[in-house]
C-alpha cells in the first residue's frame, strides 16, 4: 500500500483551482478530495527512486474554504490519524477580497520536539501554532519563502550522522550534502516538521532559491565558478542541487495551465523514471543560465507578483556583470509594465535586497571595480578575495543591474495609471529593515520601499548587528564615499534612507493589502512560558502613498 512520505504542500491557488504536491512511498495515484465534491488526480511521477504527485484541483468556488483530504490508490492518508490540527483547507479569493501576504528567507530545519534550538524559536513553527489555535483567526493567504528554504552546506548534527552512515565524511565534501538523495533528507528533515508540514498544507506557498540552497556564494563571479568546477564534487552537487529544486520548490511555483504546457513536466511524467531527463535539464540549466527561466509571475487579483531569480540567471563576465541575462532583464521589464492600471500593488521578489546600507552598497560597488581591473590586477585579486570573503554579492554588486532596476522601478510607479505601492521584498541578510529610495528631479505616484525580513529561524552573529547598525550611520555613509572616490565608482543613480529597522531574531513580515491600502506587521518569535513561542509584533505601518 503507497503511504505518504512528505506533504501534502497546497502550493498555486487561484479562484477556482489550486495545486497540491506530495510525495509517496510507491508508484501510485494521488487524489485530492475536497468538502464541497471538487477535486482532482494525478499519476505519481519518478525521480532517483522517489515518487511524487502535483495534484490539480479544478471545480473550486471564488472566496471560499474547502477542507480537503488526500488519498493514495484510494485509501486517505491526510489528515494524518490522530492529528491535533484543524482540517487543511484550500482557500480561494474572491473578486474583492484583500490578500494578506507572510514572507521571510533563510531556515533551518527547527529540532525534533524537545530538543533544545540554540537558535531561538522557529517563526514558522509559531505561525502554525497560532493558526492551529485559531482556525477561524487571521492567516496569510499566502506564504512567499525567498530562499534557503534548505541549508545544503550547513548540516545540522542528526543529518550529519545520517551522511557518515551513507559516506566517509572525510572525502569532499564532507558534511555538505554531495547527491540528490542526500538532498531529499534535508527537505525531509524541513518539512516533516509537524507544524510547518500542516502550515503548508493549508496556506500557499511560493519559492524562490537563494545560496545556500546550492552553497555560500553561488554564481558570486566567473572566477568562483571556475573554481568550484575545478574541483571533483561540485558537479553532482549543482546538478542534484537544480533538480531537487525543480521538484520540491518550482513546480509548485506554476498553475496547472503552464504545468500542462510545460515539455519538460510532459517528459518527466511520461517515462516511467525521469531521472535522466530532469538531469540533462539541470545540467543544461548550469551550463548554460539563459536557456532557463526560474523567475515566475502571479498576479491575485489587483497584486502583482514578480518573482525575480538574483542566483542563476546572472552574467559573471567581469566586463559585463549583470544581475539578470538580458533576456530575463527583459522579461522581468515586461511583465512590471504589462497593463498598466490593472493592479494596485507590484510585488517584486527576489532573495537579495535591492538596498542595503550605504556603507555596504558602497564597499560592493568598489569591490565591483577592483575586481574589473579598474586599478589594475593587484587591487582585481583583493577585490576578488574580499567579494567571496565579505559576501559582497547583492544587487550593489552589479551596478548596472541595480541602476536598472531603480529605472523599471520608478517607472512601473509612475504615471496616471500608476499602483499605489511598488514593494520589493528581499531577505538574505539575516535581520529586517524598512529602507526608500528617492530619484533626483522624479517622484514617482507610488511609494516604493524596500521591505527586507530574515531569517525565519537561523542564528544572527553579533557582528552582523554591529555591521549593519553601523553601515546605516552617517559616519558610515562618509567612508562609503571614500570607497567610491578610490575605485573610480560614479554613484548610485537613486538615493534612499532607512525607515524601518534594523531589527533581529527569527520573524516574519506580513503585507495586509486592500484596495489601495498597504498595512505591514512585522512579527518576532519569542519564547513564553510553559516552553510555548509567540509572534511579538515588532513594528506595524501604513504603506500606501
Known amino acids: 500500500m503507497a503511504g505518504l512520505r512528505l506533504g501534502p504542500l497546497l502550493r498555486y491557488t487561484d479562484g477556482s483551482s489550486a495545486t497540491v504536491w506530495a510525495e509517496t512511498s510507491r508508484p501510485c495515484t494521488a487524489e485530492v478530495r475536497c468538502a464541497d465534491g471538487s477535486g482532482g488526480t494525478a499519476r505519481t511521477f519518478q525521480v532517483a527512486g522517489h515518487h511524487y504527485a502535483l495534484v490539480p484541483v479544478t471545480g473550486l468556488s471564488p472566496g471560499t474554504a474547502t477542507a480537503y483530504e488526500v488519498f493514495l490508490d484510494g485509501t486517505r492518508v491526510w489528515p494524518l490519524p490522530g492529528s491535533p490540527f484543524p482540517p487543511s483547507v484550500i482557500r480561494t479569493l474572491g473578486e474583492e477580497d484583500g490578500l494578506r501576504v507572510a514572507f521571510g528567507s533563510c531556515r533551518w530545519a527547527a529540532p525534533p520536539a524537545g530538543g533544545k ?48 552512515a551513507r559516506r566517509d565524511l572525510d572525502d569532499p565534501p564532507g558534511s555538505e550534502v554531495a547527491d540528490y538523495e542526500e538532498y531529499t533528507r534535508l527537505y525531509h528533515e524541513s518539512w516533516l516538521d509537524p507544524e510547518v508540514r500542516w502550515l503548508l498544507s493549508t496556506v500557499p506557498s511560493y519559492m524562490i532559491f537563494d545560496d545556500h540552497d546550492l552553497v555560500d556564494d553561488w554564481n558570486t563571479s566567473a572566477a568562483w565558478v571556475a573554481d568550484m568546477r575545478a574541483t571533483d564534487w561540485w558537479q553532482e552537487r549543482v546538478v542534484s542541487g537544480l533538480m531537487s529544486y525543480w521538484v520540491h520548490q518550482h513546480a509548485g511555483n506554476l498553475s496547472p495551465a503552464e504545468l500542462a504546457a ?14 535522466d531527463v ?6 543544461r540549466a548550469d551550463a548554460d543560465p ?42 522581468v521589464r515586461e ?22 546600507p550605504h556603507l555596504v552598497h558602497d564597499v560592493e560597488e568598489w569591490s565591483a571595480a577592483l575586481c574589473r581591473g579598474e586599478k589594475g590586477e593587484r587591487w582585481a585579486r583583493r577585490g576578488e578575495e574580499l567579494r567571496r570573503r565579505a559576501d559582497l554579492e547583492h544587487w550593489a554588486a552589479f551596478p548596472d543591474s541595480f541602476a536598472a532596476l531603480a529605472a523599471l522601478l520608478a517607472e512601473a510607479g509612475s504615471g496616471s495609471r500608476a499602483p499605489a505601492t511598488v514593494c520589493v ?3 538574505d541578510v539575516h535581520h529586517a529593515y524598512l529602507a526608500e529610495p528617492s530619484w533626483p528631479g522624479r517622484r514617482p505616484g ?55 529597522g534594523p531589527w533581529f531574531g527569527n520573524q516574519l513580515m506580513t503585507l495586509t493589502l486592500r484596495g489601495r491600502s498597504a498595512r505591514l506587521r512585522l512579527e518576532r518569535a519569542r519564547a513564553a512560558r510553559g516552553g510555548r513561542a509567540v509572534l511579538r509584533t515588532v513594528t506595524e505601518r501604513e504603506l500606501s502613498p
Not at 278 to 283: I, T, V
Open 335 to 356: 511583465q512590471a509594465l504589462d497593463a498598466p492600471g490593472s493592479y494596485d500593488h507590484l510585488l517584486v521578489g527576489t532573495s537579495l535586497p535591492w538596498l542595503l
Open 446 to 500: 507610488a511609494r516604493v520601499v524596500q521591505l527586507t525580513c530574515s531569517p525565519v529561524h537561523n542564528s544572527v552573529p553579533l557582528s552582523i548587528r554591529l555591521g549593519f547598525r553601523f553601515g546605516w550611520s552617517a559616519a558610515a555613509r562618509a567612508l562609503g564615499r571614500r570607497f567610491r572616490r578610490h575605485g573610480g565608482c560614479a554613484g548610485p543613480p537613486v538615493d534612499w534612507r532607512k525607515t524601518g
Open 425 to 427: 521584498l528581499s531577505g
Open 117 to 164: 534550538d540554540p537558535v531561538g524559536p522557529d517563526a514558522l513553527d509559531t505561525l502554525a501554532a497560532r493558526i492551529a489555535a485559531d482556525a477561524e483567526g487571521e492567516r496569510p493567504d499566502v506564504l512567499l519563502l525567498l530562499g534557503d528554504q534548505v541549508y545544503a552546506d550547513e548540516t545540522s548534527a542528526d543529518t550529519r550522522r545520517w551522511l557518515a
Open 278 to 283: 530532469l538531469r540533462a535539464f539541470a545540467a
Open 262 to 275: 510545460d515539455p519538460l513536466y510532459a517528459a518527466v511524467r511520461e517515462t516511467p523514471d525521469g531521472t
Open 290 to 331: 539563459a536557456s532557463v527561466r526560474w523567475s515566475y509571475r502571479r498576479d491575485f487579483g489587483r497584486v502583482r507578483l514578480l518573482m525575480v531569480d538574483s542566483r542563476a540567471a546572472r552574467v559573471l563576465a567581469e566586463d559585463s556583470r549583470a544581475m539578470l541575462d538580458p533576456e530575463e532583464a527583459k522579461w
